[in-house]
């Protein structure tokens, strides 16, 4: 079945250590989205790829970096991990910007 | 005030109860209106996905958006415990990226 996998579903850091999730697709699908995810609160989007094309969201801290090596595979990488960035990390991809978004299972990351 | 409200709950209703899940939105450039069902420490799923004012119905299922109001809402049939999560609604504009709701948390109890 073509679907949007993430891992790992559960990560632990410790305070200030780098720490990078995956995200893959199997869809064939151009655009693909990180959002970031607290309890009880709505998905936030950090950024998305259009193919190659990077769109951060002005609200997005610097902290928060993207890689996307190819049309399968995006990364989330977090270089300073603090308390405030525990939270659910939901990958989604859609075909294109304006059509439905399928998500993964996230990646709950806790910090310590 | 956020683009999109949406009442938290949670809400209990008794399995085969109507259940009727709401969001207000404030940008009338909104097009295109979904409804995500998301289950505990699990990424949402897509259940609904309309861009006109009206009904749209699948299975128990109907969406309802109300463009006029900006007020849409999705009807749950025959609720079952399966039923069960927290519900997103979520909406753009053209080529917008896509704003959600804080999500309703529902339970059906048997």
């Known amino acids: 079945d073509a679907m949007v996998i993430q891992n790992p579903r559960y990560q632990v850091t410790q305070f200030g250590k780098p720490v990078t999730l995956s995200c893959s697709q199997t869809?064939?699908?151009?655009?693909m989205y990180w959002y970031q995810q607290k309890s009880s609160q709505a998905p936030k989007l950090l950024f998305h790829y259009y193919d190659k094309d990077f769109n951060n969201e002005a609200d997005t801290p610097d902290n928060f970096q993207s890689r996307r090596p190819n049309t399968s595979f995006c990364f989330l990488d977090i270089r300073s991990p603090g308390l405030g960035d525990a939270a659910m990390y939901l990958c989604?991809?859609?075909?294109?910007?304006?059509?439905?978004?399928?998500f993964g299972p996230g990646t709950r990351l806790t910090v310590t | 005030q956020k683009e999109v409200e949406q009442d938290p709950g949670p809400l209990s209703v008794p399995e085969g109860a109507i259940v009727s899940l709401n969001c207000t939105y404030s940008?009338?450039?909104?097009?295109?209106f979904m409804w995500y069902r998301q289950y505990s420490r699990k990424g949402p799923e897509l259940l609904m996905y309309t861009y006109s004012s009206g009904n749209k119905e699948d299975g128990r299922f109907t969406a309802q958006v109300d463009k006029s109001s900006k007020y849409i809402s999705l009807f749950i049939r025959d609720s079952q415990p399966s039923d069960s999560a927290t519900y997103l609604c979520?909406?753009?504009?053209?080529?917008?990226?896509?704003?959600f709701g804080q999500g309703t948390e529902l339970s059906v109890k048997p």
């Open positions: 979520a909406m753009r504009n053209q080529g917008g990226k896509l704003i």
């Open positions: 869809l064939n699908h151009n655009v």
């Open positions: 989604a991809t859609s075909s294109e910007r304006q059509d439905e978004q399928y």
């Open positions: 940008n009338s450039a909104f097009q295109y």
